[in-house]
């Protein structure tokens, strides 16, 4: 992100400033939600059973088109800021547009890799199966069982806002 802010702070002549500063942080947050759902697929692969280099390969097949197409419209969105020329707007759509277009090109591959990394998978001898994501089944976990049962217990049963409390006794 940050070869692109600097790449279009530079093409554009705009200072770093503020507002650019404010675009940055935006932007990351942007990055951030592309990064947990490419990490989302991949655990939700998992856990239908597919092993790990197949979800990752799978998952990075079936993201790589939302992460892009958003990247894009959003990219589109900050086009008319920038050409308006508005000196506080502008340097701040330069700094999300170059940072986002950057960004984009380099997470659908860095994410997946340093996943890989992280869990120490090996793609020796492992073949690309067009149908494993289509054929896993949801296996349900533990993990699962326990968020399903917390949530059921939180809203199934009301409680009123005093429960817990001592009762109040009359004062004379």
């Known amino acids: 992100a940050f070869i692109g802010v600097t790449l279009g702070m530079l093409v554009s002549g705009y200072a770093f400033g503020f507002m650019p500063l404010l675009g940055t942080i935006a ?13 989302d697929r991949i655990g939700s692969l998992r856990r239908r059973g597919l092993g790990g280099e197949q979800a990752v390969i799978h998952a990075a097949e079936q993201r790589l088109r939302p992460i892009l197409l958003t990247a894009a419209t959003t990219a589109g969105g900050l086009v008319p800021l920038w050409i308006s020329g508005n000196p506080l707007f502008a340097p701040m759509a330069v700094a999300m547009l170059f940072g986002l277009v950057a ?7 860095l994410v997946p ?4 990394l992280l869990y120490r998978l090996r793609f020796e001898g492992v073949a690309y199966d067009p149908d494993a994501s289509d054929r896993a089944q949801e296996v349900p976990t533990q993990e699962a069982d326990f968020f399903a049962g917390d949530r059921v217990s939180a809203f199934s049963e009301a409680q009123p806002a005093t429960a817990g409390l001592p009762a109040a006794t009359p004062s004379t």
């Open 113 to 116: 890799v340093l996943y890989t």
């Open 27 to 39: 932007l990351f947050g942007i990055l951030i939600n592309n990064a947990v759902v490419l990490l």
């Open 103 to 109: 960004s984009s090109a380099l997470t659908p591959g």
